[in-house]
């Protein structure tokens, strides 16, 4: 079974610049979120998608940040424009059911670079 | 609001030796535990969770963490330790009156020299 995959793997911008983020969830898992791990502190939340509506989004931290899923499967996040202090690593975590108790599946992430 | 704590930002442990790599955390209502590991260049790895029931939770790669309500503190063991688990270790917790939001510690670099 294919895990949780993400694109790109590295990606290097300039400030004012537009990144799109992908991830592909496991195959069948309703649950997708992303996460963000800025300069070597903790992974914090950022949202939670089932299927394609937004369950929760509190961890977002501007308008800046656009995510999607259309059609429930995979999920875009754009990062419109980048500013330098959005540098960090990107997770994708996907899971099965969503409750608490669930186990979320990661994908390798995607290091993004704002210059 | 639920945190986690991860006070050893390294570990280094010599090959052969017991490992320990501490958590301690603060939620609201019952806690629910998960430890994740990263190896260079690849995603979170699951390696267990704490739920309910018994206080010792064996998981992946011979690993496993005792959950301590009185110290509000969920370490991760392994009697052990290879050179190959040299990797970044994640604590993590979701509380039930917090969205259910994930809530990771910042890490433990973990090194075992052989």
């Known amino acids: 079974e294919a895990g949780v995959t993400q694109f790109p793997s590295h990606s290097v911008i300039e400030k004012g610049q537009t990144v799109t983020l992908r991830c592909d969830p496991i195959?069948?898992?309703?649950?997708l979120y992303w996460y963000r791990r800025v300069m070597g502190k903790e992974i914090k939340f950022l949202l939670h998608?089932?299927?394609?509506?937004?369950?929760?989004e509190s961890g977002m931290p501007n308008n800046r940040f656009l995510a999607e899923r259309t059609g429930g499967t995979y999920s875009t996040l754009k990062v419109q424009p980048a500013e330098l202090e959005d540098s960090g690593v990107y997770f994708c975590?996907?899971?099965?059911?969503?409750?608490?108790?669930?186990?979320?599946?990661f994908g390798p992430g995607t290091r993004l670079t704002v210059l | 609001a639920q945190s986690v704590a991860q006070p050893e930002d390294q570990v280094n442990v010599a090959e052969g030796n017991p490992l320990t790599v501490k958590c301690t955390y603060s939620?609201?209502?019952?806690?629910?535990l998960f430890w994740y590991v990263q190896y260079p260049n690849r995603g979170l790895q699951f390696l267990l969770k704490y739920i309910t029931g018994d206080n010792l939770v064996k998981g992946s790669y011979g690993f496993e963490a005792e959950f301590n309500k009185s110290q509000t503190s969920f370490h991760l063991k392994k009697p052990s330790a290879l050179v190959s688990d040299s990797a970044l270790y994640f604590c993590?917790?979701?509380?039930?009156?917090?969205?259910?939001?994930?809530?990771f510690g910042a890490g433990t670099r973990l090194t075992v020299k052989p």
């Open positions: 998608f089932v299927k394609e509506s937004k369950q929760d």
């Open positions: 939620v609201s209502g019952n806690p629910y």
């Open positions: 975590a996907s899971s099965q059911v969503g409750g608490i108790t669930d186990t979320q599946y």
């Open positions: 195959s069948g898992h309703d649950n």
């Open positions: 993590a917790v979701r509380d039930l009156g917090d969205n259910n939001d994930m809530r």
